[in-house]
């Protein structure tokens, strides 16, 4: 027995290093956030929860919240568990591997050929999104209230797209979809979202005539998340909320129209983007990138450059940009997240709110244009708008802050970890050769064989060009990307890591 052990271990110390191998980049990424995790103060709502089962039973405490505050009742009955008793390090490792499930479940979406290098950028793409957001209320609330349901509608999206692409579906994957579904659907963006995409989903069905005993499972979603939502209108506790909310948050929001609300949801919106200075930056680089790599068409490539100076110098650069040019400041107060600016005339809120639907439909336009699925990613980006835009309704639009943004936040890194993956593919096809590419049109810079009407070619064509020249040419512009996606990661990851320290220290 003594002789077979080394074997055994040796072959146990082999699987482990397979599997390390294999999921190095996840296992990471789990390693970066618990330790953000396990360094977030525990504030406000955390607080709060922690003391409700002690002043009565979970029965009457899901009773008391439905009537009096909200209907995301199985959510609450989460948060409340771990919140009861502070079981604050429970929940930083499982918290952390809901966030680390989510990033695979968006490769596995989006990255079919299970590259690598693809996986370890949209690693890098989530760390990008600022974890502070998710402590503005009390972490382990906040996170329980939106990383946990943004999980599920993803999980849930992605057994959709399994379905509409026949592939092979386990039946622990229904039951799984099944209560990753109900959910999602209890808080009410996410339900939305999830209503929106199952609705579109059985249209498109219908259309092909797809519509058969297989695609049951999407019309059965379907009623969970009308069900859902007609619970969440029905709830007499979300009412009693938004009462409450006017009085306490703003009191003249009673008065607004549809307008005027529509109005508060797309400069709050704006602000929540430009606030967070990072995530569209590097998505506007990446979609004007490959409008120049894809499409000869000025029209096209002109605005993809507008749409990333805008991100660029009135995000990323917002300070220098305010100390440069001091006119921009009546900008900024209008989308500014504490409330609204009324100037003196209604000139500068015109010009601002065209500013900002001419970007949000030129980037819709573009993705429309450029990606091979031409409903999908235009959806993903439209849902995570009106996901946020839908916060117009509320009279927490301002004081609930960027985490009602999540949606519209990993829909931009979806979305980045796409293009990222079509440069990279592209770039890497061109620098084998032309004798390499004959099957993508990559030669002596004739057009790429498409049926779109902007024709396709080569970002770097071989025409009165060596080889060697194409090659470093096409290295040096995705290490470029690889750098500015790194340095921004860690940026990122940094600055929400002393933010936590300091918290703690300050407590």
């Not at 709502?45 to 505050?69: A, G, H, M, P, Q």
Request: aromatic share 14%.
């Amino acid at each position: 027995m003594h002789i077979l052990m080394p074997k055994k271990l040796k072959k146990y110390i082999s699987k482990v290093f397979e599997f390390f191998c294999k999921y190095y980049m996840f296992i990471f990424l789990f390693a970066f956030l618990l330790l953000l995790h396990l360094t977030s103060p525990h504030l406000e709502d955390d607080l709060i929860f922690s003391k409700y089962l002690k002043e009565r039973s979970l029965k009457d405490f899901i009773v008391w919240r439905y009537n009096t505050w909200t209907s995301r009742n199985i959510i609450e009955v989460i948060v409340v568990m771990f919140c009861t008793g502070r079981h604050w390090k429970v929940w930083s490792f499982i918290d952390t591997l809901i966030y680390v499930i989510m990033t695979i479940i968006i490769s596995k979406m989006f990255n079919k050929k299970h590259n690598k290098r693809f996986d370890t950028v949209l690693c890098l793409l989530v760390l990008i999104y600022s974890f502070q957001d998710m402590g503005s209320a009390g972490t382990t609330v906040t996170t329980l209230n939106y990383i946990l349901p943004l999980t599920c509608l993803l999980y849930s999206l992605f057994i959709l797209s399994k379905i509409n692409n026949v592939e092979k579906i386990h039946k622990l994957e229904y039951v799984t979809a099944t209560v990753t579904s109900l959910i999602a659907c209890n808080v009410e963006q996410m339900c939305l979202v999830f209503v929106g995409f199952t609705i579109i989903d059985v249209i498109f069905l219908i259309i092909k005539r797809r519509l058969s005993n297989r695609n049951w499972f999407v019309v059965f979603l379907m009623i969970i998340g009308i069900m859902e939502l007609l619970y969440i209108i029905k709830c007499p506790g979300n009412l009693t909320r938004y009462e409450s909310e006017i009085n306490t948050w703003y009191p003249e929001y009673r008065y607004y129209g549809i307008d005027c609300k529509l109005y508060l949801g797309i400069v709050s919106t704006t602000s929540v983007i430009l606030n967070q200075k990072v995530v569209f930056t590097i998505f506007a680089l990446l979609l004007m990138i490959y409008t120049f790599i894809k499409s000869q068409n000025k029209v096209m490539r002109i605005v993809s450059t507008l749409d990333f100076s805008f991100f660029m110098f009135m995000g990323t650069l917002k300070e220098t940009s305010k100390t440069i040019f001091p006119s921009l400041n009546t900008f900024y107060d209008i989308v500014d997240i504490n409330g609204i600016y009324y100037t003196g005339s209604h000139l500068p809120n015109i010009i601002c709110l065209f500013i900002i639907l001419f970007v949000a439909f030129s980037m819709i336009y573009l993705i429309y244009k450029l990606l091979d699925c031409k409903i999908v990613y235009p959806l993903i980006f439209l849902a995570g708008l009106l996901s946020r835009i839908v916060m117009g309704f509320s009279p927490t639009v301002f004081a609930s802050r960027s985490r009602t943004a999540i949606i519209l936040y990993f829909s931009a890194i979806i979305l980045s970890y796409v293009l990222y993956m079509k440069i990279a593919e592209r770039l890497d096809g061109d620098k084998n050769g032309p004798e390499m590419n004959k099957n993508s049109g990559v030669n002596k810079g004739i057009d790429w064989s498409d049926n779109s009407k902007d024709k396709e070619i080569s970002y770097i064509k071989f025409e009165n060009k060596s080889l060697a020249e194409c090659r470093k040419r096409n290295e040096l512009l995705i290490g470029v990307i690889n750098y500015v996606i790194l340095i921004s990661a860690i940026g990122e990851y940094l600055d929400t890591l002393f933010a936590n320290v300091g918290n703690l220290l300050s407590i």
